[in-house]
């Protein structure tokens, strides 16, 4: 068993990488899987109804009118979200960027899950889903990036397949 200054070290090492910053990353950005998903609310409604109100995004996510303005009050505070006069919801730009980025993570990594690891789409959806907000812009594109070569090669990509439908029996 490793002693209590090992596990230490390597808790360091893996946790507290890039000089003790890469756990707090995550709170820097501020975007928690909620504050994703009223952001991609709001463009959803804007672009079925041509509109988003309070009351639509607390519909569409099934919360309370309440707790959708206290959420939306915080991207507004955060330059994610503005009213219009009528008191539509828009999204800045930033909010926009953010939105672009979190649904092409998104795709991304559904179907990297469902694809190339073999999973139920059930549970692709669901994990891809939990890390759409968590991965930044470059590893968004890599994973993309590698995904493509992969299915852009047949071959290749029926070896993998074969690989993970093993995995998955348990041979």
């Excluded at 998903?37 to 099934?62: F, K, N, Q, V």
């Amino acid at each position: 068993m490793e002693n209590a200054s090992d596990n230490v070290r390597d808790f360091k090492e893996r946790d507290m990488s890039a000089e003790g910053s890469a756990w707090r990353e995550y709170t820097y950005t501020n975007l928690s899987h909620s504050r994703a998903h009223y952001l991609m609310a709001i463009e959803a409604l804007r672009s079925e109804l041509g509109y988003a109100r309070t009351t639509d995004i607390a519909e569409m996510l099934e919360v309370s009118r309440g707790a959708a303005s206290m959420a939306l009050a915080q991207l507004k505070k955060r330059g994610w979200v503005t009213e219009d006069p009528n008191r539509f919801l828009l999204l800045t730009e930033e909010g926009r960027r953010i939105t672009e980025l979190v649904s092409n993570n998104f795709e991304t990594l559904r179907c990297f899950f469902e694809e190339i690891l073999g999973l139920k789409k059930d549970d692709a959806l669901s994990d891809a889903c939990k890390m759409e907000h968590l991965i930044n812009i470059e590893t968004g594109e890599r994973l993309k990036k590698l995904t493509d070569i992969i299915m852009a090669s047949p071959d290749f990509w029926g070896k993998v397949k074969r690989q993970m439908a093993k995995m998955a029996s348990g041979n």
